[in-house]
DNA sequence: TTGTAAGCGTTATCAA
DNA sequence: TTGATAACGCTTACAA
């Protein structure tokens, strides 16, 4: 990386103008390596098609003048940013931090980036921003929920490129889909509680986004099948998700709907701030508190008593997501465009009674 | 937005050669508004050195043609990217997430996009991530702490740009730094765990990267002082973080020191995992153990017993980080290159005997 | 397999 | 205040 001493090769500084970055470009390097710049674009974006001698000059040339691509210029050029525009809705939520650490894990050494836009919960945010993705032509789109407005389906369905919806599963992809029922969690969850011998078996839900609403649809479900069902049981706020608002959800539960003897949560913030007020008011978990979760972060199997809750492929969402988008840019485009990763209940102490 | 309409204006389609990507451009709109195209990137960039008829037509034709600007050209022709690049070790944990919710958030209107690169606690690959930004010229930089190898020092130097070193203050600024004292924070808990009575404190620490060994070391200092200090009371592992491993390392530490009656952790998954732990074992909080743990996340006031934990003003550092940014782009670099947030001691149950 | 010429859509430069 | 022209660094189209 001799760029101190020869950065600009000698036959390129006279001609060098007062606009250039000062850093080499393709033509320095096929100068250097007395070929075409055509040539060092292709070793560069398919070697195979350059000869095996021509590619190690090109190499040496790359190496010894620290030459960097300049993907602003590829992407005018090609029309067709590097580029994958990832739409969630929030940063600081775990479970969407952890998809993203998926998404970023499944590029690899691929030459994609990420864009990243924080559509905090707002569909017209979402819109917004997508609006902004498009100006630069990305190679794909990465989108939350299957609930986009009208008009963002429709900008996403002309996209021009690979679009994957994610952490939600339904009937009508706009392209691909990757991941999992958020009802049957709900519902799941709520008749593990039934067998248990729990009858009055509250809902805890906060912030409500769409797959919160269907996660309470899963829960009113499973009463239809067994239990008897209570409006009064439901607690819910619009506010966002935490520990705190988890205590505060169940005081509210617990002085509406006597008789309480379990709670669904909606996440796990919720549920560790249903243990914690648990603890605090000296009621027992499970004997005579259940408690369920909803993502199975690290800590529902370290607590104490230990949380049950449903295990979320979130990670695995971001990965199988890029996935899916490499296979599409490579142009094999997978057959199965919906993509169902599931869940798993995972029981513990919160809801195991003797 | 006509875009299905007149999306490309009558003069230009035939001109259009098959490489354009479709999309009007700022010829189309300075064809339909009857000026030049440096006018209508004038009035784009700086609407107040452009007639105000002119760009009213101006923007009557952008509205019509449904214009973007393409930010790959504005890119390539200014040689620089508005763009700032954002180097941080990692995605999971929550103190990261919220930096990274306080850039965003501080960017508001601003044209600047981020580009978020995750070192995984990792020097070389921090090197790495950095010189493919530098290849597209970012208008800034943020890095996270302050021990850059040598090599990205110097690449960070010479950059061209601002560069803030966020959540970390130390002598040598590359150029601006936010942040705080982890030594101080270190040595405050201990010295207060001190203060209350506890003689046997121990430290659990897990990643122990440079800001958890500055941690420690305010650890040690706080026994320097007071307190009679023995090695074995410091237990650390280079794993990750996570509430389990707090678990873990308190279960080690409590087999190996003797007469332990409080522990200083590293951050606020292990406490969690040390009051899970003593739950689990019966060890009453605070009368047997004390815990203390760092950052103070939104559960730590919330567990039963509530968590006594130093407060980071994380959140606060990306958006002064992006305030200087901002500030320095505009022409006015700070006066105060070294920014000092402070962090605040929350005194909390697990550290109150009666 | 390699090269030439002509863009890609914007902005810097210089002139009017 | 406005505009014509030439970059910016790369890739597409076409030719050899």
């Known amino acids: 990386m001799q760029l101190a001493g020869n950065a600009r090769p000698g036959d390129a500084v006279g001609n060098r103008s007062r606009r250039s970055s000062g850093r080499p470009t393709l033509a320095d390097v096929a100068s250097r390596a007395g070929v075409g710049t055509i040539t060092v ?3 560069l974006r398919d070697p195979e098609r350059v000869s095996s001698e021509l590619r190690e000059r090109i190499d040496a040339a790359i190496t010894a003048l620290g030459y960097v691509l300049n993907p602003n210029a590829r992407a005018l050029a ?3 940013a590097d580029v994958i525009g990832v739409l969630i809705p929030s940063l600081t939520n775990n479970v969407f931090a952890e998809v993203l650490r998926g998404i970023h894990d499944g590029l690899g050494d691929s030459a994609l980036q990420i864009q990243f836009g924080n559509t905090h919960y707002s569909a017209d945010e979402e819109e917004r921003l997508l609006r902004v993705f498009l100006g630069q032509r990305p190679s794909a789109l990465i989108v939350s929920g299957i609930d986009q407005l009208p008009a963002t ?4 369905e002309t996209a021009g490129c690979p679009v994957v919806q994610i952490m939600e599963t339904g009937p009508n992809p706009i392209d691909m889909m990757v991941g999992f029922s958020h009802f049957d969690g709900g519902q799941q969850a709520t008749e593990h509680m039934l067998q248990i011998g729990c009858r009055r078996i509250g809902f805890l839900g906060a912030r409500m986004d769409p797959r919160s609403q269907r996660r309470l649809a899963g829960y009113r479900a499973a009463f239809r099948a067994t239990g008897v069902f209570d409006e009064l049981l439901v607690t819910t706020t619009p506010s966002p998700s935490s520990v705190s608002m988890g205590a505060y959800l169940f005081r509210q539960a617990i002085s509406k709907a006597p008789g309480l003897d379990g709670v669904v949560c909606n996440n796990d913030d919720l549920a560790l701030g ?8 000296g009621i027992s978990v499970p004997d005579r508190i259940c408690i369920a979760g909803y993502n199975d972060l690290e800590m529902m199997a370290v607590a104490y ?3 049950t809750s449903i295990r979320t492929p979130r990670y695995e969402v971001g990965r199988q997501a890029i996935a899916m988008i490499r296979a599409a840019l490579a142009g094999d485009r997978p057959e199965q465009v919906i993509v169902d990763l599931g869940f798993e209940l995972k029981v513990r102490e919160s809801t195991t009674r003797q």
């Not at 249903?274 to 008011?281: A, D, I, K, T």
Request: a positive charge.
């Open 78 to 80: 090609s029309a067709r």
């Open 41 to 43: 674009s292709r070793a």
């Open 153 to 156: 389906r429709r900008l996403l």
């Open 305 to 307: 008593p230990s949380l």
């Open 274 to 281: 249903v243990l914690f007020e648990c603890n605090r008011q």
